[in-house]
C-alpha cells in the first residue's frame, strides 16, 4: 500500500466516526480509534486478497471512497440545512457535491482510469449510473421498510437505510466497473 491510501482510509475512517459521534454521542468517540484503524486494515487485506482477485482490491476501495463521499453528502446536507432549513433543494447540493467526490476519487484511485479520453462520455455515464443507483435505492428501501420483522419502526428503518445502501452499492460498483471505468483494450495486429 502507499502512503496516499493510507492516508484516504485514515481519513475515511475519521469521517465516519464523526458520523458516528453524531448518533452515538460521546460513547462514539471511541470510533476515532476504531474506525480509522478498521478502515486501513481492511484496506490491506483488500490490496493483498486484491493481487490474486483485482475486483476485492477495486470493492475495498470503492467502499472506502462510498463511505467518504456519503459523510460528506450527509455534512453538507446538514450545514446548508442549518442556514435554512426550509428547502430541501439543499439535499440536491449535497448529493450533487458528493457524487463528484465519488467520481473523482473512483476513477483515479478505485478504479485507476487513466487518461481523459471521452471524459464528457464517462460523466454522463457515471451520473446515469449513480441516478439509477439513487432510484434503486429508494425503491429498496420501500420494500424493506414494508417487512419489519418485529423490531421497532426506528431501528427498522435505519436498518432499511443499510440494506438499501448495499443493494445500490452493489449496482453502482458494477456500473462503474463494467461500463464506465472500463480500460480500452489494446488491439493487436495478427
Not at 81 to 97: C, D, E, H, Q, Y
Not at 111 to 122: A, L, Q, T, V
Amino acid at each position: 500500500m502507499k502512503t496516499k491510501d493510507i492516508i484516504f482510509a485514515i481519513v475515511s475512517g475519521l469521517l465516519v466516526a464523526w458520523l458516528a459521534v453524531d448518533f452515538l454521542g460521546k460513547i462514539g468517540f471511541i470510533f476515532f480509534i476504531i474506525f480509522p484503524i478498521m478502515s486501513v486494515a481492511g484496506l490491506w487485506f483488500c490490496d493483498w486478497l486484491g493481487k490474486k482477485y483485482p475486483f476485492i482490491r477495486q470493492s475495498g476501495r470503492f467502499f472506502l471512497v462510498g463511505s467518504f463521499a456519503d459523510v460528506i453528502d450527509i455534512k453538507i446536507f446538514q450545514f446548508l440545512f442549518w442556514i435554512a432549513p426550509f428547502s430541501l433543494f439543499f439535499k440536491g447540493i449535497s448529493f450533487l457535491v458528493a457524487t463528484i467526490v465519488k467520481y473523482w476519487w473512483n476513477k483515479n484511485w478505485a478504479f485507476e482510469k487513466n487518461g481523459n479520453d471521452s471524459i464528457k462520455k464517462e460523466i454522463l455515464q457515471f451520473f446515469s449510473i449513480t441516478l439509477i443507483g439513487l432510484g434503486i435505492n429508494i425503491v429498496s428501501f420501500y420494500f424493506f421498510s414494508k417487512i419489519n420483522i418485529g423490531l421497532p419502526n426506528h431501528l427498522w428503518q435505519e436498518i432499511c437505510i443499510i440494506l438499501a445502501a448495499l443493494v445500490s452499492a452493489t449496482w453502482n460498483f458494477l456500473g462503474y466497473k463494467f461500463l464506465v471505468f472500463t480500460k480500452p483494450k489494446i488491439m493487436t495486429d495478427n
